[in-house]
């Protein structure tokens, strides 16, 4: 298992980096937090002010220095891992579909015999 993985695109200028959260190493924009909902009265007609969201980070693009956003990706070694995992499974696969089919070629085979030797045996 892997750090959680994040790729950094600048819509401005085309930048794209996928990097483990560590090593991220860009100046973060400070983002103020946004409220979910407006204030609203409970049963006691008291004011709830819900709680604020914590907006997704914002990295400084490096190249052109616009913001840009950090999106959650998964690890790249963990695809290429459940890449080969697939691979194999779909070898297997095909490998048993294969012992499958000759089985059920002999399996025709000594059946086709057999019926013709019933045949013949009838013709007496
Ligand atoms: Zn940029």
């Known amino acids: 298992m892997g750090k959680q993985h994040h790729k950094l695109h600048c819509e401005i200028c085309n930048w794209t980096r996928v990097t483990d959260s ?3 190493g860009l100046y973060e924009v400070k983002r103020s937090k946004i409220q979910g909902r407006i ?3 409970d049963e006691n007609n008291k004011t709830v002010v819900p709680k604020f969201k914590k907006q997704p980070p914002k990295y400084r693009c490096p190249k052109c220095g616009r ?3 950090a999106t959650k990706v998964p690890n ?3 695809k290429i891992d ?3 995992q697939e691979k194999a499974a779909e070898e297997q696969r095909k490998e048993w579909e294969a012992l499958e089919e000759e089985a059920r ?3 025709e085979k000594v059946k086709e015999e057999y019926e013709k030797e019933q045949r013949e045996l009838d013709g007496y």
């Open 39 to 41: 204030p609203y009265l």
């Open 82 to 84: 459940r890449y080969h």
């Open 76 to 78: 790249p070694q963990e």
């Open 105 to 107: 070629k002999r399996y």
């Open 67 to 69: 913001g840009m956003k």
């Open 22 to 24: 560590e090593q991220l």
